[in-house]
């Protein structure tokens, strides 16, 4: 069965860090890009990076990069995405999903519970 599960959420100050983990089960990471979208309160879900099933080569979205980082661990089946210097409006419940390809929109599968991001002091 394929699941993808999100942790590693919860309250942080400004300009603080953060390292969530979605963690892959049923296939493997090499085989499917795996994605991470956030969805803040009363706005759209917007993706935040994308890692590349074949190559490993992540995909930031423009406003986002220098401050997030996206990694996986193939033996751990792991997805990561490294957040720094966090800001009020990075508050927001994040998902992984798999997509057909980084390039595309199309995800593959359902939407997971996610895991909750708050940035306050």
């Known amino acids: 069965q394929v699941q993808l599960v999100e942790s590693g959420g919860g309250l942080v100050q400004p300009g603080g860090s953060l390292r969530l983990s979605c963690a892959a089960s049923?296939?493997?990471?090499?085989?499917?890009?795996v994605a991470w979208f956030r969805q803040a309160p009363g706005k759209e879900r917007e993706r935040v990076s994308c890692?590349?099933?074949?190559?490993?080569?992540?995909y930031t979205e423009d406003y986002k990069k220098g401050r997030f980082t996206t990694s996986r661990d193939g033996a751990k089946k792991t997805v990561y995405l490294q957040m720094n210097s966090l800001t009020p409006e990075d508050t927001a419940v994040y998902y992984c999903?798999?997509?057909?390809?980084?390039?595309?929109?199309?995800?593959?599968?359902?939407w997971g519970q996610g895991t909750q991001v708050t940035v306050s002091s």
């Open positions: 999903v798999r997509m057909v390809a980084c390039s595309s929109r199309l995800i593959i599968g359902s």
């Open positions: 890692i590349s099933g074949s190559t490993g080569i992540t």
């Open positions: 049923g296939f493997t990471l090499d085989s499917y890009a």
